[in-house]
């Protein structure tokens, strides 16, 4: 249905200014405006993009946690990314929610980047494939996607305010690319950023309509990221269509006095509506239009059957010496080691965060697989100074005789108006009117000790408490933000803990007052009731981890981040792993040359161990099923199917693209185009350091040989097609990559290679199978800054078929014409 339909037409005119206008803010945080007068019921959207939150930020309803957007590139799958997209699509149908924000489509710029696990790569290519699949699995079950966060939101310092200044061309090739792909999809809304590009905010700024709407097409809704619009003309001029949240904002009757003396355009304001009521044909939400898509709910065994193959395929297996695979077998023996082998990250911080009803833990994993027997722990190190929520498990309600929290709103008389009970020490409101009218929140539970000994017990949040254990007051106060950024500090708030000697079965009231102090501009709350793991003395513990390797076949050392390291609202100060980390690393290799590492992290760290062990899989944020997965590959059931999605340094220094501080609020995008492996490529070509983990890396259990290369085609038809043999002696999956050179003396400032294509092979031993690649016309062109348009060089530019982009391969010319 095109905007200019008659019968959207005919429901723009049914409204009044002031109806309309009231429609291009949200009713509230996860939800938009109906209006009975046209048939038009609420739309409402949901955090993703690796799983789907629905209107709660807690775990009353639970979501399938999905491998995160770093995980899901290493497969460079398209084919599981529609899989996943079918479960997305269900997970939001059964929610009830209508658009699901995401996938993230911004690049991996410089390492550091905060958010880089919610997004996919650092080549625009592999981005935009990605993303592409995401859209269009997901909006074929009437389900809206929405590609963010529209443009080079690349990094969480400043992020509100900082001001990227990128070329022309810069922004085309790079940033801009894989956005234009969602759109040549059909996505039917993109998410406007926060940050600036060259001195104007995103929700104001030019580019939402020249490319966004007029040179692509663009003919869905610019939603924006929540309180980016913050000036009522300038945003309501520009190729914004929806204010989020709701229901105040920048625009409401401001919007409707500035069209009513010609600031703004009435026929601007139709614009957005249009496509408001355009996206709510699409997914349903009009009395007379279609119907909404009906999405077959999905079987628990199903879920985890998708998300445990998923996981596996996107490990990367960056180093092996022949330890894996290592088959479960009699009187085996296995040390699991470190704090992510129990506390494992299945996925990162801030609003991708879901919250899934289980995570297999690798410890839980690895004994399922090989036997409890045969699987030992030892932490080794302590843990992160962090509160972990009350699960339901630890507390009892005596009302029902089940676990939970039970929380009491209090008007200023100290009144009760109100009750909610939550399963666990996890509570969130948002835009919540109980919180908004309290005077006071009481929250009540009883904590059941599970073991003699000490506890320490405690609460996180900002705001004013007080904290009772079985009646004794033991804190009256404030609790202040310590983050920079306000959002990363409500969404990580600050913890304070006391200490108990407590029994088993010993159980102890604890008793939280809260009055919100701060006004971000909602009713918003996020407070956990939890406990801190205890640890013995650090030193014996380490030692006790090293003598448990000693005496075992293989030790699996599980390392990894934190959400003090990674996660939304602030970028990483370095590559490093958390402290003690790579100690135990090697001291564990030291004892036992049968070490395998697990890096569980969203982004890359800097692993100086990696040649002093036996095996090592990056394992991302692997989503619920963690643990199984793992052990899946650890023990040959599965393949290690993932390949390097971004390039992984070996030190700080080694980095080419590393600021992602602003400078006077202005952040320089000066590498042009030579962004990730583009960069690394010419800083080794200028005599500097090599990556680690090259872009496009990875090892497997079987070996492959790519046979003679052949171009069939010309101009914009041309396809790459190879012979790809699994040399080895168990079936496989090869990803086989197409690069493309510039013709030599090019007067073009190109990279030296970049990303064209890419195949997923998959063989028996033996088996030989044709890759077939299409070369896209676009990947031959660069942006003519000075023509403003695409422009194709004439020569011979040089096409490999490889197996990453530091490998030979094959290679041949591509002839092509100019243009």
């Known amino acids: 249905m095109p905007l200019t339909s008659p019968f959207l037409t005919e429901l723009l005119q049914r409204l009044t200014l002031e109806q309309k206008v009231r429609l291009l803010t949200g009713a509230s945080t996860w939800s938009l405006h109906d209006e009975p007068a046209i048939g038009l019921r609420a739309i409402v959207v949901s955090d993703g993009p690796t799983g789907v939150r629905g ?6 309803d639970p979501s399938a946690s999905l491998p995160s957007a770093t995980s899901v590139a290493a497969s460079w799958d398209r084919d599981l990314v529609r899989r996943l997209g079918r479960l997305i699509a269900s997970e939001a149908r059964s929610k009830g929610v209508d658009v699901v924000l995401g996938p993230t489509v911004n690049l991996h710029r410089s390492p550091r980047g905060g958010r880089h696990f919610e997004a996919f790569s650092e080549d625009p290519f592999l981005t935009g494939e990605m993303g592409a699949a995401y859209v269009a699995s997901v909006q074929a079950h009437g389900v809206a996607t929405t590609p963010k ?100 904002g920048a625009w409401g009757q401001a919007l409707v006095d500035a069209v009513k003396d010609g600031r703004v355009s009435e026929a601007a304001v139709d614009d957005k509506v249009l496509r408001l009521l355009l996206l709510a044909s699409r997914v349903g939400a009009l009395e ?57 990250r299945n996925q990162g911080g801030g609003s991708a965060t879901v919250f899934p009803s289980h995570v297999v833990s690798p ?48 008007d200023a008389d100290g009144a009760e108006f109100a009750t909610e009970d939550f399963p666990s020490g996890r509570l969130t409101w948002i835009n919540d009117s109980n919180v908004g009218t309290a005077a006071t929140v009481e929250i009540s539970a009883r904590f059941v000790a599970a073991r003699d000994g000490e506890h320490e017990l405690g609460f996180a949040g900002l705001g004013l408490f007080r904290f009772d254990l079985d009646g004794a007051t033991v804190f009256s106060g404030p609790v202040l933000p310590e983050a920079e950024d306000f959002v990363a500090a409500l969404l990580n708030p600050p913890h ?44 014996e513990e380490l030692e006790r981890a090293v003598e448990l390797a000693a005496t075992s076949d293989v030790a699996v050392v599980v390392v990894g981040t934190t959400e003090a390291l990674e996660s939304e609202g602030f970028d990483r100060p370095s590559l490093a792993l958390p402290a003690g980390q790579d100690e135990l690393v090697r001291r564990v ?57 971004t390039s992984w340094a070996a030190r700080d220094e080694d980095v080419p693209v590393w600021n992602v501080e602003p400078v006077d609020g202005q952040l320089a995008y000066a590498e042009g185009v030579n962004v990730g492996y583009r960069a690394w490529l010419r800083q080794q070509r200028q005599g500097g350091a090599a990556p680690a983990l090259p872009f496009g890396s990875g090892l497997g259990y079987t070996s492959w040989e790519l046979g003679a290369l052949e171009v069939v085609g010309a101009g914009e038809a041309v396809v790459a097609e190879i012979d790809v043999t699994n040399t080895g002696a168990r079936a496989g999956k090869h990803i086989v990559q197409a690069y493309l050179s510039g013709p030599g003396g090019s007067a ?51 096409l490999r078929l490889a197996s990453s982009v530091v490998d030979p391969g094959r290679s041949t010319g591509v002839e092509m014409n100019a243009s």
């Open 55 to 60: 209107s709660s930020f807690d775990d009353r």
């Open 149 to 248: 966060h529209y443009v080079a939101n690349d990094s969480e310092t400043e992020r509100m305010t900082v001001d990227v200044r990128a070329a022309e061309r810069t922004l085309r090739e790079l940033y801009l690319a894989p956005f234009e792909r969602m759109v040549d999809e059909g996505t039917w809304l993109v998410m406007s950023a926060y940050n600036s590009v060259d001195g104007v905010t995103m929700t104001e700024n030019e580019l939402l309509r020249e490319p966004l709407k007029t040179e692509w097409g663009f003919d869905g809704v610019v939603i924006s990221d929540w309180t980016a619009v913050r000036d009522t003309v300038p945003s309501a001029n520009s190729g914004q269509d929806l204010a989020m949240p709701g229901p105040d």
């Open 288 to 344: 007379d239009g279609p119907a909404e898509v009906a999405v077959e709910p999905w079987v628990d065994a199903d879920v985890v059957a998708l998300l445990r193959e998923a996981a596996a395929d996107g490990m990367v297996l960056a180093r092996n010496d022949g330890t894996l695979p290592c088959a479960p077998r009699a009187g085996l023996t296995i040390a699991a080691i470190g704090q992510h082998a129990v506390r494992p």
């Open 363 to 410: 410890l839980d994993g690895l004994r399922a697989a090989y036997g409890d027997d045969a699987v030992r722990f030892a932490a080794g190190l302590p843990p992160q100074d962090e509160l972990r929520p009350f699960p339901r498990t630890a507390l009892f309600e005596e009302r029902s005789g089940d676990g939970g929290v039970h929380v009491r709103f209090l």
């Open 496 to 539: 304070r803990v006391f200490t108990l000697e407590l029994r088993e079965g010993q159980s102890v009231e604890l008793l939280l007052s809260y009055t919100p102090q701060f006004d971000v501009g909602m009713s918003f709350a996020h407070i956990l009731l939890g406990e801190k793991d205890l640890f013995g003395d650090p030193q």
């Open 589 to 645: 290799s030291a004892v036992n040359k049968r070490t395998v590492v697990v890096v569980n992290s969203g982004a890359p760290v800097a692993m100086p161990w990696i040649d002093e062990v036996a095996a090592v899989i990056l394992a991302w944020f692997p989503g619920q099923e963690f643990g199984s997965a793992l052990a899946d590959v650890l023990s040959g059931e599965r393949e290690p199917g993932g390949r390097m999605p």
């Open 748 to 798: 073009i400032d190109r990279p030296i290679a970049w990303l064209a294509g890419f195949a997923v092979v998959r063989a028996d031993a033996g088996e030989t199978v044709t890759a077939r690649i299409p070369i896209p016309v676009r990947a031959f062109q660069h942006w003519d800054a000075d023509r403003r348009q695409w422009a194709s060089e004439g020569g011979t530019f040089t």
